[in-house]
């Protein structure tokens, strides 16, 4: 069954109306050529219920659904942010956005580190990442979307975080007791060269330097293991 995140609908009675969502509609029409009796689930973003439906009518403009069923979305789990410098191409940058969505990461801030070859991102590419996010989101029945920015360098961020920081490549060869703090975990991944001092000047005091394991990974799998090592500290 597919989820759609969509933020704006109506409830009435036993059926809930979609309107101003073009892309919903066309998704159901074109892509999965959903026929009357098709059934789906809506969830508003960040609401703590789930709407399991199926499709009664549709036009160009609107659909309308019987609500089958309302089913709690599942539990809040910690949050847990990451800290990305940007790599060095937009294809990597896609896919680990994609799984960080996945795994469960709430906020996510792209920095371009002093090795990072992509120095900016703009509005399209911003916007291209959104809909990668909802598009994961949905196909991982995750709660939320992430939160996504740009920052331009890590002092600029207010919250007091104990950094964790995975750099490649590392030399370091242990993997951090992070579960002790006392303060929020921000995992920071570098850039494919590796972060420089003047990037680790950057950081607060009393971060940790981190590795997985021996391996020399590359950054898109080295930021996905260390996503979910996080969220599983975490939870």
Known sequence: MQLFICPEFQVTGNQLIIKKNPELIQQLRKVL???????FAVQAPEATE????RLQKR??????????QILPAPAKAPKTWML???????EKLELIIQKFTEIGIDEIYLWASERSVLKAI????????????????????????????????PQTLHQEWKFIVFDL????????SSKASALPLLGVVGPEGGLTERDYQSFPEGFE??????????????????AWKLKNLKN
């Open 33 to 39: 050529r959903a026929q009357m009796g098709y059934q």
């Open 50 to 53: 789930r709407y399991f439906l």
């Open 59 to 68: 036009s160009d403009q609107e659909l309308q659904a019987e609500i089958v």
């Open 84 to 90: 990305l410098s940007l790599p060095n191409k937009q």
């Open 122 to 153: 703009n509005p399209n590419k911003l916007q291209r990442l959104s809909k990668i996010m909802q598009e994961a989101t949905e196909q991982s029945w995750n709660r939320s979307l992430p939160k996504l920015s740009f920052i331009e360098a």
């Open 169 to 176: 490549p590392s030399t370091q060869q242990h993997t951090t």
């Open 209 to 226: 330097r981190a590795s997985l394991w021996d391996s020399v990974l590359r950054m898109e799998t080295a930021a996905i293991i260390w």
